[in-house]
């Protein structure tokens, strides 16, 4: 079963670094029209923080909205971004599904083995910094923080791709 | 469901559908983990606890995303400066190197 799920939920493709790039580049085209006309002046700093920041969302949303609903992590990082588009403070990642009673009991059966006690308190850190972490059991949230890492490594990379091909 | 090695505590009232987490398979999900944070990778030794891969994993994490933050930052200021027709030119010629 571990197989069949492995090669359903296939990590981080090329396909999904083009489809993220070609999201990013077009938001990053827009961020850029939207600035105020230029001035004969560099930017003020202010402006470039927040120039920053929508460059930070367009990239996390881009990502998401290219990695689609099939993953917890996407999903719900998708609808964190929603809520706060137009907001300009980034707060932090935290889960917004119920804990329902099944949850609840696969979580305490893995409390209760003794390979996982010493697991518990990394485990609890994982579900706050994975997107849509709080609700999942835990297989599932290891197997969401693999997908989610190799996404955010491809973000970076592209990112920097992005950089370093400006002309200075 | 197909039979499949579990391990001891058996009282869980689950529904019948709820797959049992076996210690192999988080065994097994844990060192994949292992094989993508850099950290760890970088030790070439299998005795890296769980725990030690979760915590490197979180690092790792939030390392990624003050990278994020960073490289939004130059962006920010890459965008900010210059031409409008070479800033557009050199977004084109990124979007083209894939």
Redesign the interface.
């Known amino acids: ?2 197989l069949a799920r492995d090669t359903a939920m296939k990590n981080p493709t090329n396909s999904l ?2 489809r993220f ?2 999201k990013f ?1 077009k938001t ?2 827009r ?2 029209k939207s ?1 105020p006309p ?1 001035s004969p002046s ?2 003020s700093s202010w ?3 927040w ?3 929508k ?2 969302l367009a ?2 949303s881009s990502m998401a909205l290219s990695v689609g609903s099939k993953r917890t992590w996407s999903r719900a990082l998708t609808m964190k971004l929603r809520a706060t588009m137009g907001n300009r403070r980034w707060s932090s990642w935290k889960g917004s599904k119920k804990m329902t009673k ?1 949850r609840i ?2 979580k305490k ?2 409390e ?2 003794h ?2 006690k ?2 518990n ?3 609890q ?2 579900r706050q ?2 997107p849509g972490g709080e609700s999942m ?3 599932s949230l ?2 969401e ?2 997908h ?3 996404c ?2 491809t ?2 990379r592209v ?5 370093e ?3 200075c | 469901m197909s039979s499949r090695r579990s391990s001891r505590s058996r009282n869980i009232q689950s529904d019948s559908s709820e797959t049992r987490i076996t210690d192999d398979q988080i065994s097994d999900l844990i060192s994949k983990l292992q094989h993508l944070i850099p950290e760890l990778h970088r030790r070439r030794s299998d005795k890296v606890s769980a725990s030690k891969v979760l915590r490197e994993t979180c690092n790792y994490i939030r390392s990624l995303h003050k990278e994020v933050g960073d490289l939004s930052e130059r962006l920010a200021l890459l965008l900010g400066s210059g031409e409008a027709d070479s800033d557009q030119a050199a977004i084109i010629r990124s979007l083209l190197m894939y």
């Open positions: 079963m571990t670094k083009r790039s070609l580049l990053l085209v961020i850029r600035r230029p560099a930017s402006e470039i923080r120039r920053a920041q460059i930070k990239a996390y099944r009991v696969a059966n893995m209760k083995r390979l996982e010493d697991m308190s990394g485990l850190q994982l910094l994975v059991d835990p297989r290891l197997e923080t693999a989610f890492v190799r955010l490594e973000q970076v990112m920097r791709s992005i950089v091909g400006f002309p």
